[in-house]
Nanobody
C-alpha cells in the first residue's frame, strides 16, 4: 500500500486548505484511514480518522468543527478539508492507513502505512 499526500501550502489565519491522499497498490487491504500532523519540536498527533468503507469521521478536540475528513473510494483518495486555520495548525500533515477497520482510532500505532507528509503553514 502506498500513500501520497498533497495539497499543503501557505495560508493566512482564518483561511482554508484541502489536503488529498492518493492511495495505491492494495486498497483492498485498507480498513481505516487517518490524518496526523507533526509540528517542529513536537510529537506527532492525530487529527481525524474514518473507516475506509462506510462510517463517519472522528476528530481530536483541537480540530473538531474546523476539519472534515472524507474519502472517495472510487478515486482511492482521502481528503482533509481544513477551515478557520490557526497558526498553531502549522505542521507537516501525514495520511495513514490501517488494514483493520476501526472507528475513532486515533493512535498512531494502529496504522501500518504512511504517506510522506505535506507541509501546512498558517501565518498570523
Amino acid at each position: 500500500v502506498q500513500l501520497q499526500a498533497s495539497g499543503g501550502g501557505l495560508v493566512q489565519a482564518g483561511g482554508s486548505l484541502r489536503l488529498s491522499c492518493a492511495i495505491s497498490r492494495g486498497t483492498f487491504r485498507i480498513g481505516t484511514v487517518a490524518w496526523f500532523r507533526q509540528a517542529p519540536g513536537k510529537e506527532r498527533e492525530s487529527c481525524a480518522t474514518i473507516p475506509w468503507s462506510g462510517g463517519i469521521g472522528h476528530y481530536v478536540d483541537s480540530v473538531k468543527g474546523r476539519f472534515t475528513i472524507s474519502r472517495d473510494n472510487a478515486k482511492n483518495t482521502v481528503y482533509l478539508q481544513m477551515s478557520s486555520l490557526k497558526p498553531e495548525d502549522t505542521a507537516t500533515y501525514y495520511c495513514a492507513a490501517a488494514p483493520r477497520r476501526g472507528v475513532g482510532v486515533l493512535s498512531s500505532s494502529y496504522y501500518d502505512y504512511w504517506g510522506q507528509g505535506t507541509q501546512v503553514t498558517v501565518s498570523s
